[in-house]
Antibody, heavy 120, light 111 residues
Framework: QGQLVQSGAEVKKPGASVRVSCKASGYSFSSYGITWVRQAPGQGLEWMGWIISYNGDTKYAQKFQGRVTMTTDTSTRTAYMELRSLRSDDTAVYFC?????????????WGQGTMVAVSS | QSALTQPASVSGSPGQSITISCTGTSSDVGGYNYVSWYQQHPGKAPKLMIYDVSNRPSGVSNRFSGSKSGNTASLTISGLQAEDEADYYCSSYTRSTTLIVFGTGTKVAVL
């Protein structure tokens, strides 16, 4: 069936960095990619990028290029998302999800979300 | 890359059918059969309901169906139930450097 469990809520100051983890269980971690999606309070979903678990290849949304790094550790079945130079408008719930679909275009297993608050 | 356009809200009575539209361009919805739909209850993670335009993941009720015509994709919920009250988001693969774009979201109310 599969499950993704994310790390806990974070509070950061503007300019800082945050790293969110996403631990997979119940499926072959290396056989699927992991994507990251965020949702600002009261707002819609925003795709940030994805990583191919077995080789670490990444694709980031243009908006986050240069500020985000996604990695995986296959030995611990864990994916990580680091966002740098945080601003107040980065305050959001960050979700990881497993990538499926004919073109790696759908996300079928989601983590519970990690709230990241950016405030001075 | 702009978000796909969805109606802000759609409502229906129990047992009725409703349809949510998702309008994009030929660079996303119209150009590929890679449209997905997600259901999100308040405070919860999204749930995949439809992928690749019209495919249902295992475990998703057959009351949910997807289709596409031109630059507009649609999600139909038949036999509306109270538990269907949630936010719904479409997404599409896109030709732009941002590979996946989400819709603006639709709040479904069961009257």
């Amino acid at each position: 069936q599969g499950q993704l469990v994310q790390s806990g809520a974070e509070v950061k100051k503007p300019g800082a960095s945050v790293r969110v983890s996403c631990k997979a269980s119940g499926y072959s971690f290396s056989s699927y990619g992991i994507t990251w999606v965020r949702q600002a309070p009261g707002q819609g979903l925003e795709w940030m990028g994805w990583i191919i678990s077995y080789n670490g290849d990444t694709k980031y949304a243009q908006k986050f290029q240069g500020r985000v790094t996604m990695t995986t550790d296959t030995s611990t079945r864990t994916a990580y998302m680091e966002l740098r130079s945080l601003r107040s408008d980065d305050t959001a719930v960050y979700f990881c999800a497993r990538v499926v679909g004919r073109n790696d275009d759908a996300f079928d297993i989601w983590g519970q979300g990690t709230m990241v608050a950016v405030s001075s | 890359q702009s978000a796909l356009t969805q109606p802000a809200s759609v409502s229906g009575s129990p047992g009725q059918s409703i349809t949510i539209s998702c309008t994009g361009t030929s660079s996303d919805v119209g150009g590929y059969n890679y449209v997905s739909w997600y259901q999100q209850h308040p405070g919860k993670a999204p749930k995949l309901m439809i992928y690749d335009v019209s495919n249902r993941p295992s475990g998703v009720s057959n009351r949910f169906s997807g289709s596409k015509s031109g630059n507009t994709a649609s999600l139909t919920i038949s036999g509306l139930q109270a538990e269907d009250e949630a936010d719904y988001y479409c997404s599409s693969y896109t030709r732009s450097t941002t590979l996946i774009v989400f819709g603006t979201g639709t709040k479904v109310a069961v009257l």
